[in-house]
């Protein structure tokens, strides 16, 4: 696509219930970035993907918390038993890959998370 | 690891200026400057790189000093469209592998 596509836009749950955030990054970018945003925060790096593999998950809150790529493309951000402080707006962003590092990270328009 | 922004906040008045300053204690090989508006994604403004330039377009610019491990982002003549919440994002080498964002500072420049 022309752009970072996230879904959904926005999610409601019930606390303890599971989702799963998705992000289909810019065609042939092979890096990706998850970003936690909460209500007027700054961005909270989560984790981090080149290509399949995350050589960072240092962000990642707690255990609840996993995320995998499939095909160097589509990630799944996907949050396990959910709590009120997970609420916030994660924001995806792709870039095209190693070596690049002087090139801009495009960001999705994220996927508001409200737990209640 | 996370960059160090401030203020945390400024008021302007259309046509003042502000600077904006983003600082780390890691070394750094690039530093990147977004502008996120309430309820928008964060959207590109710069890179600047290692070699201590000075990059700007239209009245925005911002230099970037890797001794210092310090950036500033300068923006002259304030319009009302420089409104917004401005991060600086830091990369430790050219493999980006690692890229945090400072806690941002809030602009609002009124009439």
């Known amino acids: 696509g022309a752009g970072v596509s996230q879904s959904p836009s926005n999610k409601v749950t019930e606390k303890g219930k599971d989702v799963e955030l998705r992000c289909d990054p810019i065609?042939?970018?092979?890096?990706l970035y998850w970003y936690r945003q909460s209500l007027g925060q700054g961005l909270e790096f989560l984790i981090y993907f080149q290509g399949n593999s995350a050589p960072d998950k240092s962000g990642l809150p707690s255990d609840r918390f996993s995320a995998e790529r499939t095909g160097g493309s589509v990630s799944t951000l996907t949050i396990q038993r959910t709590q009120q402080e997970d609420s916030a707006v994660y924001l995806c962003?792709?870039?095209?890959?190693?070596?690049?590092?002087?090139?801009?990270?495009?960001f999705g328009q994220g996927t508001r998370l409200t737990v209640v | 690891q996370q960059p160090v922004q401030s203020p945390q906040a400024v008021i302007l008045r259309e046509g003042e200026d502000a600077v904006i300053n983003c600082s780390s204690s890691?070394?750094?090989?690039?530093v990147h400057w977004y502008r996120q508006k309430h309820g928008e994604a964060p959207v590109f403004l710069m890179i600047l790189l290692k070699g201590g330039e000075q990059k700007g377009h239209d009245k925005i610019s911002a230099s970037f000093n890797e001794k210092k491990q310090q950036s500033s982002l300068y923006l002259t003549a304030s319009q009302l469209s420089y409104s917004g919440t401005y991060f600086c994002g830091t990369a430790g080498g050219c493999n980006f592998n690692k890229f945090y964002f400072g806690s941002g500072t809030k602009l609002n420049v009124k009439p």
């Open positions: 890691k070394a750094l090989y690039s």
């Open positions: 962003a792709s870039r095209p890959g190693v070596g690049t590092g002087g090139t801009e990270a495009f």
């Open positions: 065609s042939g970018h092979t890096a």
